[in-house]
């Protein structure tokens, strides 16, 4: 009997020595699907696969349908404009031009979405100046987090303030350049600017043309960065020579006019400079604007039109014609093909024939009205073979380089929005639209409050910052 | 092992002999069959026949136990007779009755915590497909719900408050002694000798890092020693339907004056149009933007004074609700067990089966579970044990919670009755297939002008995707777990068990190939298998041994985890019709998998005293180190020390002739939580998965705390239990406060910094309440008996430290000093009898902007201030019961109820939108509304523009007090000397009814929504009425 007892102590005693390898015991489970800091900054795959990471997150699902991507921060500028008429469903209060309170989906995620995109950038640049990397592939990779970083500012920029133009000492939303975790007081249109230049600036100096593909940033993305935000500053001498340089100079060599009714959906069109592609397996679904909604064809949304007094200004040989009789009558009547919709459908962001008219915009702004009107001409020519040059100049060919603008990328990234804004013009209406509506310019629906969720936790930022807006 | 075994073969037996005798009850000398006897200290024990006659080998010198139920346990020391005849006594409060704790059992008397304790009786009068719903209205201050008609969903159960923020506040499950890791929708009731529920410190310690929202201990049923084989067979079939009605909703006719009038008012008022141009624009814009016309032919149904034109007529009214719910569910069940023992072995082998339709058409749940459980003493010194079970079910889980765009309730709350059930032309005409057959309308037909396109919820058919759509999950459950006792003396025994669990979840999803959204790609199948294993290992040692007064209890543990998800999953699109299987894909569309694991190692010790039986004295304490922390932080400890005294056993009260039983027990300790955090919460990781194209890409995973720790729980409880005038009255009271300190808390970050939160280790929050349970023996005959009970809770939530002075999360605003459950919404201020307009509540502030302390009101909503409006937490929750039998009737009732909280209604809110948005379902409570200058109403003007008046505010916040019949059964068991005859011991026929009666203070919504107090278009639970047969042999 007592040797039984000993043996049960000895038993116990011995589970009790586990307790040494307790510590190993615990160590073992380790994450399986994620990886730490030192494989991402140990070398330049590692760097490489965290800015593909953050490009796929470009265009991922984020919130709602209308609220997910870079393409539904443009989708929603697209919407609010004259050129086209939504009927219901997603993005009818951005067509409204009232979905700004600091409650609303829309104001939460236009600022939400490039915050959270920033702080990978941040960490990216500072991951990759802080590595062992060799110091072309330092100031390379690092470049490439900059453009980027400068992209999200931009929209931010644009979407809380009223354009540079009007003030720059206007406040604007929080600079991050680090991991923070407090919140940061509101900053000014001008220093949220010089930080976008100077990101940019040093994206194209240490950028060439070669990347991973067309949705990374290359010299060309970063010049045609620059180039959009010289022009909202108003530098037209540098958007004359960023735009100039990310087209190449060439007009015809630049341009695919042939490929412009393929359906909007496939990256390799040669005038396409940036985009987010998408296949099968890496698909945003139905959140991919404006393809599911401009498309009335294949089934998705199928829920916008286009204005008629828009698509009257297309000749019939025009390359860029895609418009079509719906059969509805009153505001549904003009569709587009533009956007072919399908899960596998790519998202445009940037494309050529933008740089050529910002070259043409700016040297008219710079008095080379010879200039701007034959680079404006070059570019209808390839558009329409038949195209006339017109006798226009002053204010008149001032809006005829405006009006091209929107012939060529509407329903991109909101080019009427961003024209209206930035030369502080408005917004008109024509009375088919199923809202008619005057936007004053630089009217309050240009611009969206400080979301409430940002007030409620940073100590620097109260109610008072929505006073006036 | 081996080496153990060879030892002890060496083994030699004690003389032993044979006692035999019949077990009588002192009171009515009758014969008591079933009563246990057991041999002190050891296993060996068995249980007497029908005659109350039992027969056992002992050694001379032992102690024999005889007990039962409700008599006082008796103890006989062998001697030289070889007859041992017992008579016991009453014993009033089943003092004695072995109750299942933490890593052991205690007699009932010597609990010095809080255990509640539910028998296999109480839950059976229930009809649960999800065992732990039988503790809503049973024991006090748990709070229980039952979000959804779906069966095979399991409620939310808290165990006294809520003790965690941001882990998880779920209890720990504990199936026959080991964590449960599966789904508990596996387990039937009929298994299940016991279900109890510990509450307070000392019955949890020993459960440490994982014991601070409470545990929750089932046990399965073994078979008794000495007893013949036990058949039993029951058979319950019922009908069931939804247990609370919907919202109403309005007709087409209306649908299409009161859209008319959102168009006219909006173009008057807001745009600004002349009285005449918004009434004609009105009229004329109708069915364009509805894009659908339900009078066929007629272009403008609606005149510009908003009535109907003559020879309007309907040529569909889509009744939604008919379309998606049923109108009689069916239930059946079946179950068989058969149970027994021989003198060294006792088994339990049961099977049951359930069938369970939902309220959702389509929707149900069909499980067969098995169990063995098997136990036996080899010899004097080692028993042997296995419980083992299988469990498969398969649940069709059509989406009815939520806002995806085929979620049934808020399809019905969203879709009009002016888009069609199935497929019009432009004229209205039905259109059919090749077959003849109607085609469901998914609102998606493009290029056809009218009755084509929805502007709401297109490309989808919520009452189509029912049958054209399948989401599946399939459950398969496999546990084992085996023990080895050994018996060194008769106070120091050794127990070693090895557990182990396979819980294999089988998730597909099925989107149809020709219709709705996965249609442009052909179909989407989309799998998942996830296993889930555990494999948990514990050795005690236990020591008890009687000195004179002096009793002493000692447990010594240790105790190893590992809990391990091995996930897969595959989805492909392009099907043919019919197909519905990976390898008819044309397109893979994705992989994925991965492995969580988490470990825990621990030790532990439980060590008791008492003195006389009278006063107790516990103290528990367990380590334990965790892998979710870093290695820095990982150990944690955890304690507690209770102790009671039973003052009925004192001189001056043992006599008393009203009171039979007082004991009072008090207890504190602290214990943790480290749940529902994930598997690393500690790091900071780059997130794989974010490919682009063939590049292979990560992304940075949210902000972490490389500190995180344990969340801890400090609980005190005090009680008291009586039984007064004869066993006529028995009850208990408690006090409890329960503090969670460091609680493991994401603490919101501005949103600008790129993280919204971040998790740490901040904050803390109280949980304090009174617990009340009464039992009256109102009539205890023979013949006739009748019981009653009732208890009720009553429990307050508040935070006693922040890290900011407070914040805003969801419809709630945290704040030192409030429950975490206070709405924190904007007050609506009524209608404008001027303009129709909503108003809210704001501050008026002074010349330095601070408010006043008065309040205006402001139409523009974003202006509004919030205020604290009630909570969510109910102030009272509880139940009552009561049993009658007479002669060969039975019968008995079971209510629950919860008083004090609010509820905030968004799928009403959705319904009082007031046509916003075009084509929207409303409420016919919108006849109410504004419609002139003048008109005095507390409903909104009907406004086809973007507005705030259904923006979150008390309007849609409503009282939740509600009053359930849970349960009602009559039974009715046939004489015996009627079945004797056919071998049958018993028949019993039963009719049952469950949640037949709901009374609740809001209407149109199931009152049991969340802990939260907010709705998500939620399915209704149902009541169902069924009938039972019980047969035993």
């Known amino acids: ?469 | 092992m081996t080496l153990f075994m060879a030892f002890v073969m060496q083994f030699s037996l004690a003389q032993e002999k044979t006692v035999s005798g019949t077990v009588t009850s002192a009171a009515d000398g009758l014969p008591v069959p079933g009563a246990s006897v057991i041999v002190k200290g050891t296993a060996r024990g068995q249980q007497t026949d029908f005659d109350g006659k039992y027969s056992i080998k002992v050694n001379a010198g032992e102690t024999l136990v005889f007990s039962f139920l409700s008599l006082r346990t008796t103890e006989v020391v062998v001697g030289s007779s070889n007859t041992i005849n017992v008579a016991l006594t009453e014993d009033v409060a089943a003092l004695d009755e072995v109750i299942v704790v933490a890593y052991g059992t205690q007699t009932a008397k010597s609990i010095v915590g809080s255990v509640t304790s539910l028998s296999a009786e109480t839950i059976e009068k229930q009809q649960v497909t999800t065992v732990t719903s039988a503790i809503q209205g049973t024991v006090s201050g748990v709070n229980v719900i039952t979000s959804g008609g779906q069966p095979g969903e399991n409620p939310t159960i808290r165990i006294r408050g809520i003790g965690s923020i941001n882990a998880s506040a779920e209890p720990l499950i504990v199936l026959d002694g080991v964590p449960f890791n599966g789904n508990i929708n596996s387990i039937s009731g009929d298994q299940i000798e016991s279900m109890n529920v510990l509450k307070d410190a000392s019955s949890t310690a020993l459960y440490g890092s994982r014991a601070a929202n409470g545990v929750i201990l089932i046990t399965t049923k073994k078979g008794a020693l000495n007893s013949k084989p036990t058949l039993d067979i029951s058979a319950v079939t019922g009908f069931a339907e939804p247990a609370v009605a919907m919202h109403e909703t309005i007709g087409t006719n209306d649908f299409m004056r009161y859209t008319w009038e959102a168009a006219r008012n909006s173009n008057l008022y807001v745009r600004n149009q002349s009285a005449a141009d918004a009434a004609a624009n009105a009229s004329s814009s109708i069915i364009p933007t509805l894009g659908y016309n339900p009078y066929g032919n007629v272009a403008q149904p609606v005149d510009v004074n908003g009535n109907l034109v003559p020879g309007a007529n309907l040529l569909w009214e889509t009744d939604w609700k008919d379309a998606i719910l049923r109108k009689a569910a069916l239930r059946s069940e079946y179950s068989m067990s058969l149970s027994g023992g021989g003198a060294d072995t006792r088994y339990f082998l049961s099977a049951n089966y359930l069938n369970q339709e939902g309220t959702v058409k389509e929707s149900d749940f069909e499980r067969i579970t098995t169990r063995l459980n098997l136990e036996s003493s080899v010899n004097k010194w080692l028993t042997v044990g296995l419980n083992s079970s299988l469990s498969t079910s398969q649940q069709n889980y059509p989406e009815q919670s939520g806002s995806s765009y085929q979620s049934s309730i808020q399809w019905i709350y969203s879709m009009s009755s002016v888009y069609p059930l199935f497929r019009r032309d432009n004229n209205g005409g039905l259109v059919y297939d090749n077959f003849g057959n109607k085609i469901y309308d998914y609102g998606a037909t493009t290029g056809q002008s009218v009755n084509g396109t929805r502007p709401l919820l297109g490309n989808e058919n919520a009452a189509g995707s029912l049958y054209n759509y399948e989401t599946l999950n399939k459950r398969t459950a496999l546990t084992a777990n085996g023990f080895a006792k050994l018996d060194f003396t008769d106070d120091l025994s050794f127990k070693s068990t090895v557990s182990y669990e396979n819980y294999l979840y089988d998730g597909f999803d099925y989107a149809a190939h020709d219709v709705g959204y996965a249609a442009s790609v052909g179909g989407r199948v989309s799998q998942s298998r996830n296993i889930t294993t555990t494999l948990n290992f514990t050795n005690a040692l236990n020591y008890d041994k009687t000195f004179g007064d002096h009793t002493i209890q000692a447990t010594g543990i240790f105790e190893t985890y590992q809990m391990k998800i091995d996930a897969l999953g595959a989805q492909g699109t392009g099907f043919l019709p019919g197909v519905k299987v990976l390898n008819g894909s044309t397109t893979p569309e994705s992989v994925s998998g991965y492995i969580s694991e988490e470990r825990l190692t621990s030790y532990l010790g439980r060590v008791g005293y008492n003195f006389q039986e009278k006063y107790y004295i516990e103290g528990s304490f367990r380590r334990d180190g965790s892998s979710r922390f870093a290695k820095e932080s990982r150990w944690g400890n955890f304690y507690s020390v209770g102790g009671s005294w039973i003052a009925s056993s004192e001189s001056f009260l043992e006599n008393s002739n009203w009171l039979d039983f007082l004991k009072f027990r008090a207890s504190y300790g602290e214990l943790g939580n480290n749940q529902g955090i994930g598997y690393f919460p500690y790091l900071q990781l780059f997130q794989t998965g974010w490919n682009e194209l063939s590049n292979t890409g990560v992304l940075l995973g949210g902000v972490t705390d490389p500190n995180l720790s344990w969340e801890t729980s400090a609980l005190f409880n005090v009680g008291m239990d009586f039984t007064l005038f004869n066993n006529t009255i028995e009850g208990s009271v408690e006090y409890y406060n329960k503090e969670s300190l460091d609680l493991i808390y994401s603490q919101p970050l501005p949103i600008s910094t790129g993280n919204s939160s971040i998790t740490t280790n901040v904050g803390s929050l109280s949980n304090k309440g009174v617990e009340v349970a009464l039992l009256g023996r109102i009539i205890k005959g023979n013949n006739v008996s009748w019981s009653a009970g009732l208890n009720f809770a009553f429990t307050t939530n508040e935070i006693t430290e922040l890290t900011q002075e407070s914040f805003i999360n969801g419809t709630k605003r945290w704040e030192v000093g409030r429950s975490l459950y206070d709405f924190y919404i904007q007050e609506w201020a009524g209608v404008d009898p001027a303009d129709g307009y909503g108003m809210w509540y704001k501050d008026v502030l002074d010349a330095n902007g601070n408010p006043t302390g008065e309040r205006e009101t402001t139409k523009n909503y974003s202006q509004a201030g919030r205020y604290y409006q009630g909570s969510s937490l109910p102030d009272v929750t509880g139940g009552f019961n009561t049993d009658l039998k007479v002669g060969n009737f039975d019968f008995n009732m079971l209510f629950n109820f919860s008083l004090g909280a609010q509820v905030y209604d968004s799928s009403y809110a959705g319904l009082m939108d007031g046509f916003s948005n075009p084509g929207y379902q409303a409420s016919k409570d919108i006849a109410g509304r504004w419609q002139q200058p003048g008109d005095v109403t507390d409903i909104p003007l009907l406004l086809n523009s973007q507005n705030d008046f259904n923006a979150t505010s008390t309007r849609f916040l409503f009282d939740n007090d509600y009053l359930r019949m849970r349960a009602v059964t009559l039974g009715y068991t046939l004489p015996s000397n009627a079945t004797k005859n056919l071998f049958i011991e018993k028949v019993r026929v039963y009719l049952r009814g469950d949640n037949l009666l709901t009374w609740s203070s809001h209407k149109g919504l199931d009152p049991e929504q969340s802990v939260s107090g907010t709705t998500d278009s939620r399915s209704s639970l149902m009541k169902t009425v069924s009938f039972g047969l019980n047969v035993k042999f």
Request: proline share 4%.
């Open chain 1, 1 to 469: 009997m007592k040797k039984i007892t000993k043996l049960g102590v000895l038993l116990f005693a011995g589970a009790l020595t586990f307790t040494g390898c307790a510590d190993r015991f615990l160590d073992e489970p380790a994450p399986t699907e994620a990886v730490s800091e030192s494989v991402i900054f140990g070398s330049r795959t590692g760097v490489e696969a965290y800015i593909s990471g953050i490009q796929r997150r470009a265009r991922a699902q984020f919130t709602a349908t209308d609220a997910g991507g870079v393409n539904s921060l443009y989708f929603a500028r697209t919407i609010k404009g004259n050129d086209f008429i939504h009927a219901t469903s997603w993005w009818s209060f951005d067509y409204a031009n009232d979905n700004r309170e600091p409650t609303y989906r829309r104001t939460v995620f236009t600022w939400q979405f490039p915050y959270y995109m920033i702080n990978q950038t941040n960490t990216l640049i500072n991951g990759v100046e802080a590595s062992d990397l060799s110091e072309i592939d330092k100031a390379e990779l690092s470049a490439q987090g900059k453009a980027l970083r400068a992209f999200y500012y931009f929209q931010l920029a644009q979407e809380f303030q009223l354009t540079y133009a009007k003030d720059p000492d206007a406040p604007a939303p929080p600079i991050y350049t680090d991991l923070s975790l407090t919140g940061n007081p509101m900053s000014t249109l001008r220093e949220m600017y010089k930080l976008i230049v100077d990101d940019l600036t040093f994206a194209v100096a240490n950028l060439d043309n070669s990347r991973l593909g067309k949705s990374y940033v290359n010299a060309q993305v970063a010049n045609g960065l620059l180039a959009r935000v010289y022009l909202v500053m108003e530098n037209w001498e540098g958007a004359e020579l960023a735009a100039h340089n990310a087209y190449g100079g060439d007009v015809n060599a630049a341009l695919a006019p042939n490929a412009y009714k393929d359906g909007f959906g496939d990256i390799n069109n040669p005038e396409w400079i940036w985009g987010l592609p998408q296949s099968d397996d890496q698909s945003n679904y139905y959140y991919n604007a404006p393809s599911a909604f401009v498309d009335l064809v294949n089934p998705a949304y199928n829920n916008v039109f286009v204005n008629s007094n828009f698509s009257d200004t297309f000749s019939e040989t025009d390359a860029r014609n895609t418009f079509f009789n719906t059969g509805y009558s009153g505001f549904r009547s003009v569709g587009t093909s533009k956007f072919t919709f399908a899960f596998d459908s790519d998202i445009v962001v940037m494309r050529t024939p933008e740089m050529i008219l910002m070259e043409a915009e700016a040297k008219f702004r710079q008095g080379d009205q010879l200039g701007a009107h034959e680079l404006l001409y070059a570019l209808q020519l390839n558009r329409d073979p038949q195209a006339v040059k017109s006798t226009n100049s002053g204010a008149a060919l001032e809006e005829e380089i405006l009006l091209e603008r929107r012939k060529e990328m509407y329903g991109e990234f909101g080019v009427e929005w961003f024209d209206a804004r930035r030369l502080q013009r408005g917004i008109q209406r024509t009375p088919n639209h199923r809202i008619v509506m005057d936007l004053a310019p630089n009217d309050k629906a240009f611009y969206l409050k400080i979301p409430q969720r940002e007030i409620d936790a940073n100590d620097n930022i109260d109610d008072s910052v929505n006073a006036n807006r």
